[in-house]
Each structure stands twice: as C-alpha cells, then as structure tokens.
C-alpha cells in the first residue's frame, strides 16, 4: 500500500519565482551584455536578447497575474543599473518611475517584492572605468545603491545587494563564457574582492536609508562530492574547489577575512553585513583528483554516472545536495531563504520531479527547525540563459520568443498547487511525478 501523506510548511512561508532585468525586460543596449551580444561568437548560435520577455514594454502586467494567480505571495526581480544611470552624470527618472510602477504592481496583486540590485550586468561607462577590476567600483555601486532605494523604499524593504558574485567572477575571470571573457585567475579574485567591498558598502547604506531592511546576497552554493570517499586526495581537491566557489564570499562577510586561492585579506567592514542568507542551489558534481588536469586546480568534474540529467546535460537533478546546500548556508546562523532553485526543461517532464524531490529537501531541513523562510523557483517564464542564450528553458511558462505567447505548462499547475496549500501531498508526487513516488518515499 503506498504512504499517504502531507507534508506542509511553516505559516507565512514565501512562495515565489524570481527573475531578473536583462533576461526578462528586453530592449537593454546601454550594458556589458548587450555589448556582449552583439560580437559573434559569444553566445549560443549568436542568439540575442532583443526584446526579452517583453517586460520593458509592460508584458510583466500578464505574467505578475500569472504569479498571483497560482498562489504565490512574493517575486524576486532586478533592477538595470544601465537604465538608471545610462551615464556617470545622468539618473533616468523616468526608468526609476518604471520600476516604481512595477513594484506597485507587485504589491497590488499581493506579491511582496524582493529586488536585486546587480545581476550580472554593468553599464557600459562603468565597464569602460575598468568595472570590477577598478578599485573605485565599489564606491560607484554604492552611489547608484543610494539612489535607488531612496527611489524604490517606499515599496521594498528585502534587498539582495548582489547576485552570485562567485557566478560572475568565476564566468567573466575563469574562461566561463560571461563578458569580458577573460581567463586570469589573479583577476577574478579581485574582482571577487571588489564584489564583497561593494556588497559591504550597499548593505550599509540602505540601513541608513531604511533601517528596518533585511539585505542580502544570493549565495550560489554547487556541490562538490568526492569521486572515492577513501581517496584523501579527491576530498582534498573537493574541499579546494568549495573553499574558492563557494566559501569565499560568505565567508568574507561572516569572519571579515577574505580568503581566494591561498591568499587571505582582512576587511572588516563586510563583517556581519548580512541580515538573511540567500541561496540558490541548482546541481552538485563529483570531484576526482587528477594530475592531468593542471589547468582546473588537478581535478576532474564530472556528474554522477546514474543522475537524471536536463535536456542539454547542463544540470543534474542531484535533491541530495539541497539538503547539503541547506546545511551549509544554515552554519552561518542566519534565516536562509532560497533564491533561486530550478532546471532546464522545455518538454516539462523532469521538471515536476525535480521540484518536488528538491522541496522534499526543503521540508526536511524546516523539519528540523533549521530556519528557512521561502523558496523562489527560477522561474516565472522562460527567459535569456546568458551565454545559453535560448537553447535552454527554466519558466513555469513556456514562451514563444517570436510572438511572445505564453503557455502554462504542467508545472506550473502543480507549483500553484504547493503555494496555495502551502505544502506538497504524495498525490501530487503521483499525479505530477509518478517517477519520482519511489524515490522520494522508499518502501
């Protein structure tokens, strides 16, 4: 007889999607991504952002219906940067007006923002001062910071100062495929640095603005397994990998002491700069040492042989390390909400497995009063995958680029249900995810 059961989460719990500016809004040409764009080779079958999902024209009215409607209560998107300040001595109000209009539609239909104030991209004059390289940076992102909250406070008051800045330094500095395309490991470490400087900076200045915020950064956490647990070496070049990706950051803002391959620097002004940790999880990977492989710090990266894997093998469905991930984030003793957490899925059929068997994750780890506050599914609708552009598909809704249609798909249908109920029941793992009934709930 198979288990019946409802597994529910705490009152007040954020149900949400998040999103973000370039990807979603369309029409950005004055940053270093539409820059990026436009050089051939750059990104997947040169594709382009070009209108996006439409946001910037307003097509965001729909789709926040589409979030209301299926029962979630909160949205994380971003703000453009180059919008605001398309130059060094000019503020577009009539863009912050915009974005004014968008958060009240947000707070209209009963979905409390959360808005990111960098993800990933930078406006052109910035990019041309040297950008992250430039030790100023930090002191130009806490001018704009300044003047977006005071703009914005009135209708938001949780902040994430900057998006997986391991993500982007390691994308833009490691040979990841972001702009500028460099491959200079002394170089992503300072701008690594520069990142927590500016973080540091901008939680300061928006408590002086809105002393009752609650400001974070979104952590992207990746797992790293140790091929052969009998093998010190693998673990050792499991922990090197974890303790430059994934430690770097938080651990600068939680001792004060930045520390990016063997190098350690004080700066005791991101100390405790933190009022919630936010997490994205997407996969794990399994670590081998390897002496052939000099150029990636002597290992070897690989999924593990029997992981379920997303269409184009960029994701393994890996539930385990969300509860690892939870683990993690939950020992620098702060609320965690997860920021961002999905996979690409344009068929729609592992999606519903993997969003359930991750949430079961979730559920656990609440279980054992860890304190985790909310959950954003990436995302709403499909969107621009960066250098991906869009070959892959994460949105709840389907889009047609060229007519901009969306179509729900059944996911979508089962993440209203979760938000609505507040909760997952093994019905839904058997109407949704019947291959996933076994594995989440052994006999």
């Not at 912050?96 to 991209?121: A, K, Q, S, W």
């Not at 430059?244 to 600068?252: M, R, S």
């Not at 965690?336 to 059929?349: A, H, K, L, R």
Request: proline share 6%; net charge neutral; aromatic share 14%.
């Amino acid at each position: 007889m198979k288990p019946e059961a409802t597994y529910t989460f705490p009152p007040g719990f954020m149900w949400g999607t998040a999103t973000s500016a370039h990807q979603v809004e369309g029409q950005n040409s004055n940053n270093n991504w539409a820059a990026w764009e436009a050089e051939p080779g750059h990104i997947h079958q040169n594709q382009k952002a070009g209108n996006a999902c439409g946001w910037w024209a307003g097509r965001w009215r729909e789709d926040f219906d589409r979030a209301a409607d299926t029962g979630q209560n909160t949205h994380r998107l971003s703000v453009e940067w180059s919008r605001i300040q398309p130059t060094p001595d000019r503020w577009d109000e009539e863009a912050i007006d915009r974005y004014r209009l968008m958060l009240r539609g947000l707070m209209e239909r009963n979905l409390m923002p959360m808005v990111t104030l960098h993800h990933f991209t930078d406006p052109l004059w910035f990019v041309a001062r040297g950008g992250w390289e430039n030790p100023e940076a930090p002191e130009l992102f806490a001018k704009f910071v300044i003047k977006i909250v005071t703009a914005l406070k009135e209708y938001v008051t949780l902040w994430v100062t900057i998006n997986e800045p391991n993500v982007y330094a390691y994308g833009g500095w490691l040979g990841g495929g972001f702009p500028p395309g460099k491959n200079d490991s002394a170089l992503a470490g300072k701008v690594l640095y520069h990142l927590l400087l500016a973080h540091a900076a901008a939680y300061k200045v928006i408590h002086k603005i809105q002393p009752q915020a609650r400001v974070g950064v979104a952590h992207q956490y990746r797992g790293f397994w140790p091929a052969r647990t009998w093998m010190p070496l693998d673990g050792a070049a499991a922990n090197l990998l974890s303790a430059n990706f994934n430690n770097a950051f938080p651990q600068g803002i939680a001792a004060g002491k930045y520390s990016f391959l063997f190098k350690t620097i004080k700066v005791p002004e991101a100390l405790n700069t933190q009022d919630y940790f936010g997490l994205n999880y997407y996969t794990a990977d399994t670590v081998k040492f390897s002496l052939l492989e000099s150029k990636s710090f002597f290992n070897k990266r690989y999924f593990p042989p029997d992981a379920i894997m997303s269409e184009t093998g960029f994701l393994a469905s890996l539930p385990q390390g969300m509860f690892d991930a939870l683990k993690w984030a939950k020992g620098y003793g702060l609320p965690v909400i997860i920021t961002e957490n999905g996979v690409e899925d344009s068929q729609d059929t592992m999606r519903p497995g993997y969003l359930l068997e991750h949430l079961q994750q979730v559920w656990k780890a609440v279980g054992y009063n860890w304190m985790v506050k909310g959950y954003f599914h990436w995302s709403l609708v499909d969107n621009f995958e960066w250098e991906r552009g869009w070959s892959q598909r994460f949105g709840l809704w389907e889009l047609d680029v060229e007519t901009q249609k969306r179509t729900p798909r059944p996911s979508s249908e089962l993440y209203a249900a979760i938000c609505r109920e507040n909760a997952f029941t093994t019905q839904l793992v058997e109407q949704y995810a019947p291959e996933s009934f076994g594995r989440m709930f052994p006999v």
